[in-house]
């Protein structure tokens, strides 16, 4: 006679078994599954090749320009002639280099849909190589956490993160001056 634990035991290997085969299965269908597609850019350039950067608010008419120097860095160019935040000039000019396409609309007659006719900004590139990337930036989908933006060549509309532009966009509001430092004085006055 088989003992109840010979039965148990067989009763555990047989659902053992067929777990192993129903994971073998469903592993193999899971090898039909497309890895997903490398991301695409507008354009990919290196933080040392950009020159300077243009930024037009084509609404309000202002314009901020800042240019790399090889002496000091940095340099505003326009609202004003003045030394920039190199660093806000930087994380600024992260964003751009490469930015990255969430989704792209086929061509549309209606740009106005998108804030693109016209455009609320027009952002530009200018490399060491004596090209320029340019992108028209129009309004936030509904959700607010994309632009939609356009570029010269291309007539999709292309969607790019919100958090890749915004710091560029505000420098035309709040221009990245440098702070001036007080001097300290040395206690004695001349009368």
Known sequence: MVRRSTWLLLAALAVSILGYLAWQRSAETGSDIQPESPPEFVWSVLAEDVRAVRVVDLVAGRVFVVRREAETGWRMVAPAIAEADAGRVEA????????????????????????????????????????????????????????????????????????????????????????????????????
């Open 92 to 191: 600024a000019v992260a964003g751009v280099l490469s930015p990255s396409i969430r989704q792209s609309l086929p061509e549309s007659d209606d740009l106005a849909a998108y804030g693109l006719a016209p455009a609320a900004y027009r952002v530009s590139l200018f490399l060491s190589d004596g090209t320029v990337k340019s992108i028209d930036v129009g309004s936030l989908d509904p959700t607010g956490s994309v632009y939609y933006v356009q570029a010269p060549g291309d007539p999709r509309i292309l969607m790019i993160t919100r958090f890749s532009l915004e710091d560029l966009l505000g420098l035309v509001a709040e221009p990245p001056l440098v702070e001036p430092t007080a001097t300290p004085m040395d206690g004695t006055v001349v009368p």
